[in-house]
């Protein structure tokens, strides 16, 4: 070979023979084995070549670990290192005169590579527990290095353990607070706060997270506790940490309990009392009316779409709105027609499951999906209300209602291609819009909320003042509630966004009777509105 170490193999004919025999696989026909204990003649001839291979391979060893047993001995004292440390070189200034030799050699470095493949620190140690042999010299104490190494290895295991046992403790209270669910319910909660405008308080908007994220674990948590028996007959929910017995009664029970008193404690503290008690009315009215009437009634959707429209009116009040404003209606009426498009989808993908779980669901009891289909049609043409709502009552502009019925015509799109062919592939295609369409629709809402600059917010505080008749103000003629302040960062997003329209940039000047309206902070009046301030 180009490169060996080794010189120019010397043809031997006997010897080549005997290494290819030993490199051959051994075939013995079935019918020879039967016939005779040893084999056809052909075959005896092949073991025969085999044991002479090997005691050639035996005897190579033993030449080339006698130099190398006595070098060790001869060592002066010192870190002891086995034979087998010297065997490699030894090889290497053994000359590989024929191809047996050249055979053990690439045995060798076969073994050597594979040996190689273990960590370097495994490799010695393993070495290093060898005792000394043959009057050999004992090996010397550990480095200080190595025995610090010794002492995190002894007490590895106990720390290792407890971590091992977090790590589980944590993954079982995610999978019983069901964490993707939860995750969701965060993200429309804090929908709702944005939506409110003004400066965002970061300690209100992280109590308003985490109580919110709490709240929905331990409704999760009851509801497993609660359907752990049907659990069991279900596939998908079969494996999961109560069915499958990863997690004892009490300890689930314990865990609903911690959280659900944690999140009603952290709403109290960080929110005020209208959002606290939205929480523990969302915990109540999802283990108990929800669950209890799964095996009962077809009504359980309903319940759990109105658990699902109360994050966002949460997060609404807890930014300082009320329950009753328009605002908190559109939030909670789009979560509340979203769902049913969203549920029925895959309610119809695992109506078989659901059947064995004995589950009173609409596609269960709808073998044809007739009714099923007309449901997800149904709530997909009423989600186009929210967005030309919202516009009408002059709550976002005009951009919210095109791009709104633009994303709830494709989700009809996909519920009518249902419709015609109630296929799991068709409610497959419902489902997996709903997901995107959901937060597409909370960040439009968000955006497009109509908000005041913060020179119309001076200006209605002036405006009050005057009311009271305070010096160097002038009464104002008619009171008016004053639109919320934008966000620093929301106005930043308009005007980047301002800068890629090029609609926004050619056409749109403050024209109000435009399609899109202008992005800036003004009102519709025009970029001199603000001069109409009370002096």
């Not at 944590?170 to 995750?183: H, N, T």
């Not at 009962?296 to 009116?313: C, K, Q, R, Y």
Request: glycine residues 8%; proline residues 6%.
């Amino acid at each position: 070979e180009k490169g060996s170490p080794y010189p120019p193999i010397r043809p031997s004919p006997h010897a080549a023979g005997a290494c290819i025999e030993a490199a051959a696989p051994r075939r013995t026909p079935a019918s020879d084995k039967r016939s005779s204990p040893f084999g056809h003649a052909e075959d005896q001839r092949q073991q025969c070549s085999n044991r002479d291979a090997r005691a050639k391979m035996r005897s190579t060893l033993r030449t080339l670990h006698r130099p190398a047993a006595a070098a060790a001995a001869a060592a002066p004292a010192g870190r002891f290192r086995p034979p087998a440390y010297q065997l490699h070189s030894a090889a290497a200034a053994t000359v590989a005169t024929t191809p047996a030799d050249r055979f053990v050699h690439l045995r060798e470095r076969t073994g050597r590579r594979l040996r190689d493949s273990y960590s370097r620190d495994q490799h010695q140690r393993r070495w290093l527990s060898v005792g000394p042999k043959d009057g050999a010299a004992p090996a010397p104490l550990l480095s200080s290095l190595e025995r610090e190494w010794d002492s995190e290895a002894a007490a590895s295991p106990s720390s290792a353990g407890a971590l091992a046992t977090v790590r589980t403790n944590l993954g079982l209270y995610a999978e019983l607070s069901k964490a993707r669910l939860s995750s969701l319910v965060v993200i429309t909660a804090g929908a709702g706060y944005a939506a409110a405008g003004g400066e965002m308080d970061y300690t209100t908007m992280a109590a308003l997270c985490g109580g919110t994220s709490l709240a929905a674990g331990s409704a999760g948590t009851f509801n497993q506790i609660i359907e752990r028996n049907r659990d069991k007959l279900m596939k998908r929910t079969c494996n999961r940490a109560l069915p499958a017995g990863r997690i004892s009664f009490n300890h689930a029970l314990g865990w609903g309990i911690f959280s659900g008193v944690t999140s009603t404690a952290i709403l109290a503290a960080g929110t005020d009392p209208v959002t606290t008690a939205l929480g523990v009315a969302n915990i109540g009215i999802y283990a108990v009316p929800y669950t209890l009437s799964k095996p009962h009634s077809e009504i359980n959707t309903w319940i759990g779409a109105v658990v699902g429209a109360i994050p966002p009116v949460m997060g609404w009040c807890a930014a300082g709105g009320s329950m009753f404003d328009v605002e908190a209606a559109l939030l909670g009426g789009t979560l509340f027609l979203w769902q049913f498009p969203h549920f029925f989808s895959l309610a119809w993908i695992h109506r078989k499951d659901y059947a064995r779980g004995h589950h009173q669901m609409v596609p269960v009891n709808d073998p044809t999906g007739e009714r099923t289909a007309r449901l997800i049609t149904g709530y997909s043409l009423a989600m186009f209300t929210i967005p030309v709502a919202a516009t009408a009552l002059d709550v976002t502009s005009s951009m919210f209602a095109l791009e709104g019925v633009a994303a709830t015509g494709y989700l009809t799109y996909l519920a009518g291609k249902f419709h015609q062919q109630r296929s799991d592939e068709n409610a497959r295609k419902v489902f997996k819009c709903s997901l995107w369409y959901l937060p597409l629709m909370l960040a439009l809402f968000v955006f497009h909320r109509k908000y005041s600059s913060a020179l119309e917010g001076e200006a209605a505080g002036d405006a009050e003042r005057g009311e009271k008749g305070e010096v160097g103000h002038a009464p104002a003629v008619a009171k008016t509630k004053a639109a919320p302040t934008a966000p620093v960062w929301l106005e930043q997003a308009k005007e980047f966004m301002k800068t890629m329209c090029v609609h926004e940039r050619i056409i749109v000047k403050n024209d109000a009777s435009a399609l899109c309206p202008s992005t800036s902070p003004v009102d519709s009046k025009g970029a001199n509105a603000t001069d109409k301030r009370v002096d």
